[in-house]
């Protein structure tokens, strides 16, 4: 399952990079280079992903009315 997410997220990154890459022409990419970071920011999202097990969640509007 890990591997699952961790392959589309990977793939769509690199889509986003790959299409910026090709409409700025002031950014000019490898395409090694759009892998890595594709893969680099995948990682990066899967460790830092907020759990609903307890860790912490964004305060939502529910949430605001009871701090204000």
């Known amino acids: 399952m890990l591997f699952l997410q961790f392959s589309i997220e990977s793939i769509s990154n690199w889509v986003v990079l790959f299409t910026v890459d090709e409409f700025m ?39 605001w009315r009871y701090v204000i």
């Not at 000019?28 to 907020?50: G, K, P, Q, R, Y």
């Open 25 to 63: 022409r002031g950014i000019t990419l490898s395409l090694e280079t759009e892998i890595i970071v594709a893969l680099l920011l995948a990682a990066l999202e899967i460790i830092f992903e907020d759990k609903e097990d307890g860790s912490k969640q964004p305060l939502t509007a529910v949430k």
